[in-house]
């Protein structure tokens, strides 16, 4: 395990209230060091050029087997 320098810290980040932009700025309450935040995962997934399709496939579900599927009130 790597020992981190004594000057180093732990950042503790104030980030803005969501306000309907994509991107949201923090502040760390320690040393004041500027980073921005995806306020969404779609913004998360834009900036790695990640499509939401190929990150979420499609999901099919197979045939449910038999003692899965709901059967009629008559039934119980």
């Known amino acids: 395990m790597t020992r981190r320098p004594?000057?180093?810290?732990?950042h503790r980040w104030?980030?803005?209230?969501?306000?309907?932009?994509?991107?949201?700025?923090g502040r760390c309450a320690a040393c004041g060091a500027v980073?921005?935040?995806?306020?969404?995962?779609?913004a998360w997934l834009e900036s790695r050029g990640i499509?939401?399709?190929?990150?979420?496939?499609?999901?099919?579900?197979?045939?449910?087997?038999?003692?899965?599927r709901l059967r009629d009130w008559s039934d119980w």
């Not at 939401?52 to 496939?57: K, S």
């Open 35 to 42: 980073r921005r935040f995806p306020a969404s995962e779609d």
């Open 6 to 10: 004594p000057d180093a810290h732990v």
């Open 51 to 68: 499509s939401r399709d190929r990150y979420y496939p499609a999901h099919r579900p197979a045939e449910l087997p038999a003692q899965w």
């Open 14 to 25: 104030r980030i803005d209230e969501p306000d309907g932009r994509a991107w949201l700025d």
